[in-house]
């Protein structure tokens, strides 16, 4: 008898201290993820820095506040259907309701049972967020703040989340039928937005003074130390962004992708850094222009991102110098075909995001998968990346005709001439220079 005591004793004992332990486990979880999610919004303040010094001085707080309000409309429209289309969605066009995406169920609220969901749910709306800036700088000193709201909405809350519940969710076609891989989001985040953005740009068309019988004018950036600081500040969001692509599990397994394949955040780091080294060295060898130097650093991270856990270091500071390359060809060739591409965000983001998609299938095809889904290979990779710029490209062309038709999609001629700030946001950057006026009540 005495025996039984002592053995029950001791189960309970173990079985308060294995308590303990996966409560600190889950609490591990979430604290990763909370600070990921943290970092990530260094992407957006970036965002704000880059883009108002890209502009000129009349229209450097419509940049700036526009990256704020997109921010903003994002986040809760996520909450409201965008979390929902991620779960919902995975098979194609036709939902499988689920129900606790809802924002009334109790899964999308405090639950001192759930330690999961919120942090996913936020780690998420951040990445849709990132869409939403990576279509901002595109557009800069033409579109009107209400345009660009809406088609922030869309693209944040609704194109791209489809693109990850196909290419992301573990029940996704693109996984299930084609070993679609894509760890650090190259396709699903960034080609997405940038295919978007090239169908908004060819219905807003080129700022004025842009082109002058037909020939390319350069509109030089009021402050480029300011959008040099930005870019490096995305840089360092991007740690957030990356490490919110990794499954932190608490058992035996480690560290996973969001496939479930065996990765560590070591990989992530050789990786993310060699090709932020290769893609600022390869454009500053094509263009010896400090802000495609400095942008060169997107362009390397992203063009490995989708193999992040694969490749070896030295061929991804390999493959980011060559998609400096494509990027800085891919701008000048809209340039000249008319598309006003302020930022260069198509090339940078939708064409390295597509390249890096169909890379792995190139240099990865034939690795296998897990839970029976098929080998990558390069068919699948080239297939899934043209399906996601198609998913990009048809609601951001067709939505912004939409509102150009109504008149709703860019700024008049006289608003744009005399700078955004003064009509749509009524404050100064730089006020020294404005004469003193009467204050408004």
């Known amino acids: 008898m005495a025996t039984e005591t002592t053995l029950e004793s001791l189960q309970t004992a173990l079985d308060s201290q294995q308590a303990v332990f996966d409560m600190h486990a889950a609490m591990n979880v979430e604290v990763f993820y909370w600070w990921c999610t943290a970092i990530m919004l260094m992407i957006h303040a970036g965002f704000l820095a880059y883009e108002m010094g890209a502009s000129r001085s009349k229209n450097a707080l419509a940049a700036g506040v526009k990256n704020i309000l997109a921010l903003a409309v994002i986040i809760p429209t996520f909450y409201l259907f965008g979390w929902w289309i991620y779960l919902s969605f995975p098979a194609g066009l ?12 109790t899964s999308m609220g405090p639950d001192v049972t759930d330690m999961g969901s919120g942090i996913f749910w936020a780690a998420f709306a951040l990445f849709g967020a990132t869409t939403g800036s990576i279509l901002s700088g ?9 345009a660009f709201l809406i088609l922030a909405v869309l693209l944040g809350s609704v194109v791209w989340i489809l693109a ?3 290419g992301w969710h573990p029940d996704g076609w693109m996984l299930t039928k084609y070993g679609y891989h894509d760890v650090g989001a190259s396709g699903v985040v960034h080609a997405i937005a940038g295919f978007f953005t090239l169908g908004v ?23 480029l130390p300011m959008t040099l600081i930005g870019l490096m500040m995305i840089i360092f969001g991007f740690f957030g962004f990356l490490g919110g692509c990794i499954i932190f599990n608490v058992d035996t397994t480690g560290w996973t992708t969001i496939y479930g394949t065996p990765t560590n955040l070591s990989a992530f780091a050789f990786n993310t ?23 060169g650093g997107l362009v390397g991270i992203i063009s490995v991102a989708a193999g992040l856990d694969l490749y070896d270091p030295g061929l991804a500071f390999i493959i980011a110098i060559c998609m ?27 064409i390295t995001g597509f390249l ?7 240099f990865a095809g034939g690795t296998p998968n897990v839970g029976g889904n098929p080998d990558i290979t390069l068919y699948g990779q080239t297939l899934c990346a043209i399906v996601i710029a198609v998913l990009g490209f048809v609601p951001g062309y067709l939505v912004s005709l939409l509102l150009k ?7 008049p001629a006289s608003v744009e001439d005399l700078g955004l700030d003064e009509v749509e946001i009524l404050a100064h950057p730089y006020p020294e220079t404005v004469p003193a006026s009467i204050a408004k009540s």
Not at 203 to 208: A, D, T
């Open 273 to 295: 850094l060699m090709g932020f080294a290769g893609g600022v060295i390869g454009c500053y060898i094509a263009t010896r222009d400090p802000f495609w130097t400095m942008s």
């Open 164 to 166: 990850g519940a196909w």
């Open 405 to 411: 038709k109504l008149g709703m999609l860019r700024v």
């Open 324 to 350: 400096s390359f494509v990027a800085v060809g891919t701008a000048k060739f809209l340039e000249k075909m008319g598309v006003d591409d302020a930022v260069g965000a198509v090339g940078v983001h939708g």
């Open 356 to 362: 890096a998609v169909i890379l792995v299938g190139v």
């Open 138 to 146: 595109a557009v800069i000193e033409r579109i009107r703040v209400s």
């Open 201 to 223: 740009l060819i219905n807003l068309g080129p700022r004025v003074g842009k082109y002058i019988n037909g020939v390319a004018q350069q509109i030089k950036a009021h402050n």
């Open 94 to 105: 036709i939902p499988t309701s689920v129900a606790g995406a809802l924002p009334w169920s």
